[in-house]
């Protein structure tokens, strides 16, 4: 037999005599004909657990696959994080366990999970979270669906062009096929054009407006006086933050927004290529009922002690099909145990000490590229967080393929001449300075023989 | 599993001036957050815990004994498939060189992960009998909204503005209307016959009457109730002649793997959920991975980004024509139904759903319904004289009982179910389907072994017993775990949803 099929010939028997059935197939016999499956799927035989280590061994050997030091961010950040994350996260209690349908064995992961609503709500300054969202995109657009949902006279929600253009791209085909209509509101020398908003807004009917923080540019906006002017219209203002930068930032709250997004990755997860992140996702009290996900909440057990369970489960898909706030079944669970741990480790200090090194490394890396004279401001004078644009001169391509060649990922390409590079508290000076020579040394001519 | 209650709140551990972490300390500081202007920065200080290390090793090891997972013992949670887990998944998903790439990095960087990504895609399609598979999806749920886009991107596609309804079984799992809603199709519910199967006549009907307007029906099979639906090609052949696309939802494709594909049943559009059929963790309610599958025809509209296979050739000037062969990232088609997502999915869960494809093999994926479809029949006609069988017949993967066969004892579905808890085992799926009162289903996967069975099937016959001789022990369980039943009202009527609202009550 299999290691994974604990069936031996006797059990088999055994088990079939007490269905009835002479085979395994007998109890398909329910099964119309035409519909069967009788040849052998084509996949390759079964590989022992020597022969399948050492198939992904293969495949992550240099060739295949390349570590760079990574200056990249939009949307995906290199953060450091605790070894005992990664560790606890792996205990099988919560590994191998379903979403907490039976509180009384499932205190582990309840538990975890208010306490994470918690930090979410504090980090945000809301006075609610949800148990977490599949990522910040998806976050997004139940965020505009709540607007759209909410709204009793409204055509459209804006967007600011500031925003992701990935996360952007989501809410437009969330809306698309929910249908609603999404606007975007210019912008202007990298931030959110403020006179063309007001232009909207004057014209009405107007659900929600989604602006993110730091902006898709990296850039430090400021939102002042956006809220007041949205509830004018009784809209929603959503703010879509990096929640590690929250340590620092203005908090959405603060700038006065009814829900608050973003993408937790930047919370010490993995990269792992793009995922699994974890969305995040908090409003106002006002605004709780309309609240998609899961919501862990406090109470009594019958012995008197305090305990937590799934609750205003009368939002839900399970309790209200097709009335329900969203189709969301459960959480991202495990990577919002990831993020209560790496907060907890990290805490109050800790975060604030990422901020400044990043946002400190950031700077640095700006003002090095700047002096190798090869490169612009792509937005002078906007203040930025550890993200930020340079304009290059020469051929951008050429120019990330030798940083890559030299094990750099250089940033993200954001335009024809536009790079964008991210720094985290991973990147050391000896990084930076490296990347900058790499740079400077560079020279198109040689690079094209 | 531990039966004290370990109750402390990390807030309620931390101490002001610990610390959990070390960072380097050697970087220019030549600049400071003190630069951004006052009005960009925050008031307050987040009030996030400060502990040292082994507080929260321990807060955190303390809470996962308050919890049960597969491994701590049998999960029979039925329409979830909890199976096993493989350790070695865990290994390779960890992997530094996987863990480390960042989405946007070259393609020709990590075409190692590309290659898995690409095979998975290949290898679902296989297994579904489908064209074309997208990995995007993050959730079962997040499939079934996407392969419902893909069903309204192709009726936009053919100028068919008049599809917006969607066809809808009554037994099916709440959300299948949900999606529908959130995918702007209206939901029409498809009545069951008594034996919990599609009432045909009834879907004909409906068709005659709307079906020009019907953009899909979705469907579940075996249905929410464990059972085969014997009319699939009938009604698939239906659905097609009115015009409409046929969904099938992969929460129950378990019992299939091996005996019979969703694309040969003649469905167009699927879901698979890689945390139930391909064995990647739960996790306490996610991540998950719900790869879409299309049928040939509709793979252009599908969500980009796309991974694909491709062959270019170019000329080096001293070697001549050369061919490369690889798999690059395609992040724009027009056709396309647009993004759903981040970036391209949980690629950390396919990982392991890959992992497990390898390690079964052609050979022994074929025994996975087989295996999973025998415990599950055994158990029904194990139990049968004890807890009511609504359904007779063969069944899937699952059963579903009605309860107790004896009903005047007054020990409900519930009790039941929490009287499981005390014996050391994770409770059936309760009062769903909705079709029977006391539903209690019971899905046994391919990995439990028949004393393990055995032994459930023992508990759950004494439970039925006490039901009988001591129905209060029944009633108020459970006894022996870390809480007892809790105070849902109380929960829902004044919410206490954050640590800092718990201190002002």
Same mark, same amino acid.
């Given at each position: 037999?299999?290691? !994974?099929?604990?069936?031996?010939? %006797?059990?088999?028997?055994?088990? +079939?005599?007490?269905?009835?059935?002479?085979?395994?197939?007998?109890? &398909?016999?329910?099964?119309?004909?035409?519909?069967?499956?009788?040849?052998?799927?084509?996949?390759?035989?079964?590989?022992?657990?020597?022969?399948?280590?050492?198939?992904?061994?293969?495949?992550?050997?240099?060739?295949?696959?390349?570590?760079?030091?990574?200056?990249?961010?939009?949307?995906?950040?290199?953060?450091?994080?605790? #070894?005992?994350?990664?560790? +606890?996260?792996?205990? #099988?209690?919560?590994?191998?366990? !379903?979403?907490?349908?039976?509180?009384?064995?499932?205190?582990?992961?309840?538990?975890?999970? /208010?306490?994470?609503?918690?930090?979410?709500?504090?980090?945000?300054?809301?006075?609610?979270?949800?148990?977490?969202?599949?990522?910040?995109?998806?976050?997004?657009?139940?965020?505009?669906?709540?607007?759209?949902?909410?709204?009793?006279?409204?055509?459209?929600?804006?967007?600011?062009?500031?925003?992701?253009?990935?996360?952007?791209?989501?809410?437009?085909?969330?809306?698309? &096929?929910?249908?609603?209509?999404?606007?975007?509101?210019?912008?202007?020398?990298?931030?959110?054009?403020?006179?063309?908003?007001?232009?909207?807004?004057?014209?009405?009917?107007?659900?929600?407006?989604?602006?993110?923080?730091?902006?898709?540019?990296?850039?430090?906006?400021?939102?002042?006086?956006?809220?007041?002017?949205?509830?004018?219209?009784?809209?929603? &203002?959503?703010?879509?933050?990096?929640?590690?930068?929250?340590?620092?930032?203005?908090?959405?709250?603060?700038?006065?927004?009814?829900?608050?997004?973003?993408?937790?990755?930047?919370?010490?997860?993995?990269?792992?290529?793009?995922?699994?992140?974890?969305?995040?996702?908090?409003?106002?009290?006002?605004?709780?009922?309309?609240?998609?996900?899961?919501?862990?909440?406090?109470?009594?057990?019958?012995?008197?002690?305090?305990?937590?369970?799934?609750?205003?489960?009368?939002?839900?898909?399970?309790?209200?099909?097709?009335?329900?706030?969203?189709?969301?079944?459960?959480?991202?669970?495990?990577?919002?145990?990831?993020?209560?741990?790496?907060?907890?480790?990290?805490?109050?200090?800790? +975060?604030?000490?990422?901020?400044?090194?990043?946002?400190?490394?950031?700077?640095?890396?700006?003002?090095?590229?700047?002096?190798?004279?090869?490169?612009?401001?792509? /937005?002078?004078?906007?203040?930025? /967080?550890?993200?930020?644009?340079?304009?290059?001169?020469?051929?951008?391509?050429?120019?990330?393929?030798?940083?890559?060649?030299?094990?750099?990922?250089?940033?993200?390409?954001?335009?024809?001449?536009?790079?964008?590079?991210?720094?985290?508290?991973?990147?050391?000076? %000896?990084?930076?300075?490296?990347?900058?020579?790499?740079?400077?040394?560079?020279?198109?001519?040689?690079?094209?023989? | 599993?531990?039966?004290?209650?370990?109750?402390?709140?990390?807030?309620?551990?931390?101490?002001?001036?610990?610390?959990?972490?070390?960072?380097?300390?050697? @970087?220019?500081?030549?600049?400071?957050?003190? $630069?951004?202007?006052?009005?960009?920065?925050?008031?307050?200080?987040?009030?996030?815990?400060?502990?040292?290390?082994?507080?929260?090793?321990?807060?955190?090891?303390?809470?996962?004994?308050?919890?049960?997972?597969?491994?701590?013992?049998? @999960?029979?949670?039925?329409?979830?498939?909890?199976?096993?887990?493989?350790?070695?998944? $865990?290994?390779?998903?960890?992997?530094?060189?996987?863990?480390? =790439?960042?989405?946007?990095?070259?393609?020709?960087?990590?075409?190692?992960?590309?290659?898995?990504? @690409?095979?998975?895609?290949?290898?679902?399609?296989?297994?579904?009998?489908?064209?074309?598979?997208?990995?995007?999806?993050?959730?079962?749920?997040?499939?079934?909204?996407?392969?419902?886009?893909?069903?309204?991107?192709?009726?936009?596609?053919?100028?068919?503005?008049?599809?917006?309804?969607?066809?809808?079984?009554?037994?099916?799992?709440?959300?299948?209307?949900?999606?529908?809603?959130?995918?702007?199709?209206?939901?029409?519910?498809?009545?069951?016959?008594?034996?919990?199967?599609?009432?045909?006549?009834?879907?004909?009907?409906?068709?005659?009457?709307?079906?020009? $307007?019907?953009?899909?029906?979705?469907?579940?099979?075996?249905?929410? =109730?464990?059972?085969?639906?014997?009319?699939?090609?009938?009604?698939?052949?239906?659905?097609?002649?009115?015009?409409?696309?046929?969904?099938?939802?992969?929460?129950?494709?378990?019992?299939? =793997?091996?005996?019979?594909?969703?694309?040969?049943?003649?469905?167009?559009?699927?879901?698979?959920?890689?945390?139930?059929?391909?064995?990647?963790?739960?996790?306490?309610?996610?991540?998950?991975?719900?790869?879409?599958?299309?049928?040939?025809?509709?793979?252009?509209?599908?969500?980009?980004?796309?991974?694909?296979?491709?062959?270019?050739? @170019?000329?080096?000037?001293?070697?001549?024509?050369?061919?490369?062969?690889?798999?690059?990232?395609?992040?724009?088609?027009?056709?396309?139904?647009?993004?759903?997502?981040?970036?391209?999915?949980?690629?950390?869960?396919?990982?392991?759903?890959?992992?497990?494809?390898?390690?079964?093999?052609?050979?022994?994926?074929?025994?996975?319904?087989?295996?999973?479809?025998?415990?599950?029949?055994?158990?029904?006609?194990?139990?049968?004289?004890?807890?009511?069988?609504?359904?007779?017949?063969?069944?899937?993967?699952?059963?579903?009982?009605?309860?107790?066969?004896?009903?005047?004892?007054?020990?409900?579905?519930?009790?039941?179910?929490?009287?499981?808890?005390?014996?050391?085992?994770?409770?059936?799926?309760?009062?769903?389907?909705?079709?029977?009162?006391?539903?209690?289903?019971?899905?046994?996967? $391919?990995?439990?072994?028949?004393?393990?069975?055995?032994?459930?099937?023992?508990?759950?016959?004494?439970?039925?017993?006490?039901?009988?001789?001591?129905?209060?022990?029944?009633?108020?369980?459970?006894?022996?775990?870390?809480?007892?039943?809790?105070?849902?009202?109380?929960?829902?009527?004044?919410?206490?949803?954050?640590?800092?609202?718990?201190?002002?009550?």
């Amino acid at each position: 037999m299999f290691k !994974y099929f604990p069936h031996t010939e %006797e059990d088999l028997q055994e088990m +079939l005599k007490a269905t009835g059935s002479k085979s395994v197939h007998d109890l &398909f016999a329910d099964i119309p004909e035409a519909a069967r499956f009788k040849r052998d799927y084509e996949l390759p035989e079964a590989l022992s657990e020597t022969d399948l280590r050492l198939f992904f061994e293969q495949l992550t050997a240099l060739g295949n696959t390349q570590q760079l030091v990574c200056f990249a961010g939009a949307g995906c950040y290199d953060h450091y994080a605790p #070894s005992v994350v990664q560790n +606890l996260i792996q205990r #099988s209690e919560f590994l191998t366990s !379903y979403t907490p349908y039976q509180a009384e064995i499932s205190q582990g992961t309840l538990h975890y999970i /208010f306490e994470y609503q918690s930090m979410i709500a504090e980090l945000t300054g809301m006075d609610i979270a949800n148990a977490s969202m599949y990522d910040g995109a998806t976050a997004t657009a139940e965020a505009a669906m709540m607007a759209w949902g909410n709204a009793k006279k409204a055509n459209c929600v804006l967007v600011s062009e500031t925003v992701d253009p990935k996360v952007r791209r989501v809410v437009e085909t969330y809306a698309h &096929f929910h249908g609603f209509p999404i606007k975007l509101v210019p912008a202007e020398n990298g931030v959110l054009n403020r006179s063309a908003l007001d232009k909207e807004i004057a014209e009405g009917g107007v659900a929600g407006l989604i602006v993110q923080q730091p902006n898709y540019f990296g850039i430090v906006e400021d939102y002042t006086g956006i809220a007041d002017a949205i509830h004018e219209q009784k809209g929603i &203002f959503v703010v879509n933050a990096n929640p590690s930068d929250l340590a620092i930032l203005k908090t959405p709250a603060e700038w006065g927004a009814d829900v608050a997004v973003g993408e937790g990755q930047s919370l010490g997860i993995p990269m792992t290529f793009g995922g699994p992140g974890v969305g995040y996702m908090a409003c106002t009290e006002k605004l709780m009922r309309k609240l998609p996900g899961r919501i862990v909440g406090q109470t009594l057990d019958n012995r008197g002690q305090r305990a937590f369970v799934l609750t205003l489960q009368a939002r839900e898909q399970h309790i209200r099909r097709q009335k329900a706030t969203s189709n969301i079944c459960s959480n991202q669970s495990l990577m919002a145990l990831y993020v209560t741990i790496y907060l907890s480790l990290m805490g109050k200090e800790g +975060l604030r000490e990422v901020a400044e090194m990043s946002y400190a490394g950031a700077h640095s890396l700006r003002d090095k590229l700047i002096a190798t004279g090869k490169f612009k401001e792509t /937005f002078p004078g906007q203040p930025f /967080f550890n993200e930020f644009c340079v304009d290059y001169e020469g051929d951008l391509d050429a120019l990330l393929d030798e940083c890559t060649a030299n094990g750099y990922l250089a940033g993200v390409k954001v335009g024809e001449k536009t790079l964008m590079l991210a720094v985290t508290e991973q990147r050391s000076t %000896e990084e930076i300075d490296e990347l900058v020579e790499i740079i400077q040394e560079f020279k198109e001519e040689e690079a094209k023989v | 599993m531990n039966r004290t209650l370990y109750g402390n709140l990390i807030f309620e551990l931390s101490k002001k001036g610990r610390k959990g972490y070390s960072l380097p300390q050697d @970087y220019d500081r030549t600049h400071t957050t003190a $630069e951004l202007p006052a009005a960009l920065r925050r008031k307050e200080a987040a009030r996030l815990p400060e502990c040292d290390e082994l507080t929260v090793v321990r807060h955190y090891t303390n809470l996962s004994h308050n919890n049960f997972g597969v491994n701590d013992g049998f @999960y029979p949670l039925g329409s979830c498939t909890m199976k096993y887990n493989p350790v070695i998944n $865990e290994e390779i998903a960890g992997m530094k060189a996987f863990a480390g =790439l960042h989405p946007l990095q070259p393609a020709v960087t990590c075409q190692g992960a590309l290659e898995v990504y @690409y095979n998975l895609q290949e290898s679902l399609a296989e297994l579904a009998g489908l064209k074309e598979f997208t990995l995007n999806p993050c959730a079962g749920a997040h499939g079934e909204l996407t392969g419902l886009m893909v069903i309204r991107a192709y009726h936009e596609s053919r100028k068919d503005a008049a599809r917006t309804k969607v066809l809808i079984p009554d037994s099916a799992h709440g959300t299948n209307p949900a999606s529908a809603a959130v995918c702007g199709l209206e939901v029409v519910e498809v009545k069951s016959l008594a034996d919990g199967t599609v009432d045909v006549e009834h879907l004909r009907e409906l068709l005659n009457e709307m079906g020009s $307007e019907v953009a899909a029906m979705m469907m579940t099979n075996p249905n929410t =109730l464990g059972i085969f639906e014997p009319r699939v090609l009938e009604i698939t052949e239906l659905v097609h002649k009115a015009g409409g696309l046929m969904y099938y939802d992969g929460a129950n494709l378990n019992a299939l =793997l091996g005996e019979c594909r969703p694309g040969d049943m003649g469905f167009d559009v699927m879901h698979i959920n890689l945390h139930k059929t391909f064995s990647t963790p739960h996790g306490g309610g996610g991540p998950g991975s719900g790869p879409v599958g299309v049928r040939e025809g509709l793979e252009q509209f599908l969500p980009t980004p796309r991974v694909k296979k491709v062959v270019v050739n @170019y000329d080096i000037p001293e070697d001549g024509p050369t061919e490369w062969e690889g798999f690059i990232v395609d992040w724009g088609t027009d056709s396309s139904l647009g993004s759903i997502g981040n970036f391209f999915g949980n690629f950390g869960v396919m990982l392991k759903a890959y992992a497990y494809i390898l390690s079964l093999g052609s050979e022994n994926i074929k025994k996975v319904g087989p295996l999973a479809t025998l415990n599950a029949n055994y158990i029904k006609e194990s139990l049968k004289g004890e807890y009511l069988l609504p359904i007779k017949g063969l069944c899937k993967h699952e059963v579903v009982f009605d309860g107790l066969v004896d009903k005047t004892t007054g020990v409900t579905t519930m009790d039941v179910a929490k009287r499981l808890l005390d014996y050391g085992y994770h409770a059936p799926t309760i009062y769903f389907p909705l079709l029977f009162h006391e539903s209690l289903m019971i899905e046994p996967t $391919e990995n439990e072994s028949k004393e393990t069975i055995d032994a459930f099937i023992a508990v759950m016959r004494k439970i039925a017993e006490e039901a009988k001789t001591d129905p209060e022990l029944v009633k108020t369980a459970p006894h022996n775990t870390p809480i007892g039943r809790v105070d849902d009202v109380l929960a829902a009527k004044q919410p206490v949803t954050t640590y800092w609202k718990s201190l002002e009550v």
